[in-house]
């Protein structure tokens, strides 16, 4: 399955995932990798900042991080416009990037560009995530950069939804193999 924005079920109930949407990152048959781009913490990025020493000139600072998942949740990981070397990241369709890097922090930050700072992530292990699919746990779609950049926070579930055609209440997923 190539990068995209996986859409939580309207039934699922796991309380990490239901109403969630996640920028799927990476997925082969050793597991998947995606950061969840809708639940906002209390952490915000100035205290991010000052916890790994850093400083940020001519940027706002006082918006909050997102929640990425409940795997390493002490792990920042920058979603951004742009390419990463692939040692340090992913290069994902639409020019966005997903990098661990102090460095690319530090750079996105001196450059003033557009990123998404989520703190965790969501991981699936060998087929968990196909499985997950079947099952009617999670909707597939393509990335939409003005999802991730543009649009506020507690919309984004919705216009996900509606980027299939859809609204919760139409949304009742089934095992793909009933």
Do not use: K
Not at 87 to 112: C, F, K, M, Y
Not at 156 to 168: E, P, Q, V
């Amino acid at each position: 399955m190539d990068p995209g924005i996986l859409i939580a079920s309207p039934q699922m109930r796991d309380p990490n995932f239901e109403g969630t949407i996640v920028l799927l990152c990476h997925h082969d048959a050793d597991g998947a990798l995606g950061l969840v781009v809708n639940r906002e913490t209390s952490i915000t990025l100035a205290d991010v900042l000052e916890q790994l020493s850093m400083d940020a000139t001519d940027t706002d600072t006082a918006h909050p991080v997102l929640w990425g998942g409940p795997v390493e949740q002490g792990a920042g990981l920058l979603i951004f416009d742009g390419s990463v070397d692939e040692a340090t990241g992913w290069n994902l369709p639409h020019d966005i990037a997903v990098s661990a890097s102090r460095e690319q922090l530090q750079q996105i930050l001196s450059d003033g560009m557009r990123h998404v700072l989520c703190l965790g992530y969501a991981g699936w292990g060998p087929g968990q995530l196909d499985q997950e699919i079947e099952t009617g746990s999670w909707l597939y779609t393509e990335i939409d950069r003005d999802l991730i950049f543009e649009e506020p926070v507690d919309s984004r579930y919705d216009r996900a939804l509606a980027s299939l055609g859809l609204t919760s209440s139409l949304v009742w997923m089934t095992p793909i193999n009933e």
